[in-house]
């Protein structure tokens, strides 16, 4: 109970090794996924629906787990902005608030790829577009808010150094999709460690305004 009141709990950061074992097994799902699919059309043999059922539902778990370790990442990423709001009341203008059209379209497309991925060949697909949408719009947002950010603090002369410093671009997310998850599997790490690079320069901000 303590792991699934864990798992569910938004304001707090995931398992950086969960994330990692999903995404590895999300990219394998796809790929795999990929040959089942094309056998389940070709032929209706129950040993090839079995070899796509296990892999659908490899996808599903893996996608279901690193779906909830994004969204926990954007509740952690509230909960600290919120604090900086507190701290600084001009902060609470540079909270984005603007255009997140194609993340909330990654997302739907993320979950409604959960259901699909069971019960159709080639699910996977709408799993995999919705999952490296909604991670390449969540960078490419974090990323343009962060450079709003070095500007507000740079006011205040107060130093806050870049964490996301790579490129986001339309071509991250065709990467990931031409790889079957594969590019931001390899990128996994990188990503992680700006994450962790990002809360531990807002704590130091905050420790270093209080004292």
């Known amino acids: 109970m303590k792991q699934l009141s864990e798992l569910f709990d938004f304001k707090s950061k995931p398992s950086v090794h969960m994330m990692v074992y999903c995404a590895l097994l999300f990219f394998m799902a796809n790929f795999l996924g990929l040959i089942a699919s094309v056998a389940a059309v070709v032929s209706w043999a129950i040993s090839v629906q079995r070899f796509l059922g296990i892999t659908q539902g490899?996808?599903?778990f893996a996608g279901l787990g690193l779906l909830l370790s994004y969204l926990k990442w954007r509740g952690a990423l509230r909960e600290i902005h919120r604090r900086l709001a507190d701290r600084f009341p001009k902060y609470a203008s540079l909270i984005i608030t603007g255009d997140e059209l194609w993340l909330l379209i990654g997302l739907s497309a993320s979950i409604?790829?959960?259901?699909i991925v069971l019960v159709l060949p080639f699910g996977f697909l709408l799993l995999l577009v919705g999952l490296s949408l909604f991670e390449q719009?969540?960078?490419?947002s974090l990323k343009l808010f962060e450079e709003k950010e070095k500007k507000f603090f740079s006011d205040l002369n107060i130093p806050c150094s870049m964490c996301f410093t790579k490129t986001y671009?339309?071509?991250?997310l065709i990467y990931s999709l031409v790889t079957f998850y594969g590019h931001s599997f390899i990128k996994i790490h990188e990503n992680l460690e700006a994450f962790e690079?990002?809360?531990r320069v807002?704590?130091?901000i905050l420790k270093e305004v209080k004292s």
């Open 58 to 60: 490899l996808g599903f």
């Open 137 to 140: 719009q969540m960078f490419l």
């Open 202 to 204: 807002r704590e130091e």
């Open 169 to 172: 671009d339309i071509n991250y």
């Open 112 to 115: 409604a790829g959960l259901f």
């Open 197 to 199: 690079c990002y809360f």
